[in-house]
């Protein structure tokens, strides 16, 4: 596994320990059913979703999950009436985002050899022979 870096880019780790504050004081004050609005819940969704897709571009390994994420909130906007929201290329419905299946690598073939194996040294020329002496030979 690609391990992350230690150090977030600028107001990363800020603004991510903000989400998690937040979102820690939305649980503590909705409690109940009662306590959403539908324009609380949409906002709720809406700021799942913008955080799914910045997961996603975080490592290799949370785009998979992220995109998971991003059709079950779009699945739920459906199931709750809402328009789909502006990420919508998170939902189910957008081909470009859709998980593709991993098809195998074709395995590289390399042409079988022929003729000369891995023995082979190369021709033996003896020092008497010379080439003016073949080409005389050849012509005649």
């Known amino acids: 596994m690609d391990l992350l870096p230690t150090t977030a ?7 991510a320990e903000a989400l998690a504050d937040a979102a820690c004081e939305l649980h503590d004050a909705a409690s ?3 306590s959403w609005s539908a324009a609380a819940l949409e906002d709720a969704v809406e700021a799942m979703e913008t955080t799914a897709l ?3 571009a975080a490592h290799p390994d949370t785009t998979a999950a992220m995109l998971a994420i991003g059709q079950q909130l779009a699945q739920l906007r459906a199931r709750l009436g809402f328009p789909p ?7 189910p419905d957008d081909d470009e985002h859709q998980e ?5 690598r074709t395995p590289i073939r390399r042409p ?3 003729g ?4 082979y040294q190369g021709l033996r ?3 008497d022979r010379n080439l003016a002496s073949d080409a005389t030979r050849a012509h005649a």
Request: proline share 17%.
């Open 125 to 127: 020329i003896p020092p």
């Open 116 to 119: 000369l194996g891995p023995g």
């Open 54 to 56: 910045a997961l996603a």
């Open 9 to 15: 880019a600028p107001g990363v780790a800020e603004r």
């Open 32 to 34: 109940t059913p009662a």
């Open 112 to 114: 079988r050899r022929r």
């Open 85 to 91: 929201g502006e990420h919508a290329a998170a939902g």
């Open 100 to 104: 593709q299946a991993v098809e195998p």
